[in-house]
């Protein structure tokens, strides 16, 4: 069974860069045809995915957030990490890691963390 953690500040202040790091066990992020995302959820709103970093090491990002977003990894903790820049208070949400999967014909997502909500605000 794959298990994800979240963790990181709960308050960001704005202009600041936002900082998450993910745990995942029973699991390399490394091997296997799996991506790890991150996706995280505004209040009153629906889930937004935000990138992932696969396997490989590749990563991909929402065009909306690219240019403020970075998703690393740190194998040897089997860890992998969000980064967001310039954070206002519209960055407000809980925050999910996940794990990718692609069927070919469509990507799920089948493991989760719990969230970690992440408030921006002075």
């Known amino acids: 069974q794959v298990q994800l953690q979240e963790s990181g500040p709960g308050l960001v202040k704005p202009s600041q860069t936002l900082s998450l790091t993910c745990t995942v066990s029973s699991g390399s992020i490394t091997t296997g045809d799996y991506a790890w995302s991150w996706i995280r959820q505004p209040p009153g709103k629906g889930l937004e995915w935000m990138g992932i970093?696969?396997?490989?090491?590749?990563?991909y990002y929402s065009p909306s957030l690219k240019s403020r977003t970075s998703i690393s990894r740190d194998s040897s903790k089997n860890q992998f990490s969000l980064q967001l820049s310039s954070v206002t208070p519209e960055d407000t949400a809980v925050y999910y890691c996940?794990?990718?999967?692609?069927?070919?014909?469509?990507?799920?997502?089948?493991?989760w963390g719990q969230g970690t909500q992440v408030t921006v605000s002075s």
């Open positions: 996940a794990r990718e999967g692609n069927s070919g014909n469509y990507y799920f997502y089948d493991y």
């Open positions: 970093i696969a396997y490989d090491g590749s990563t």
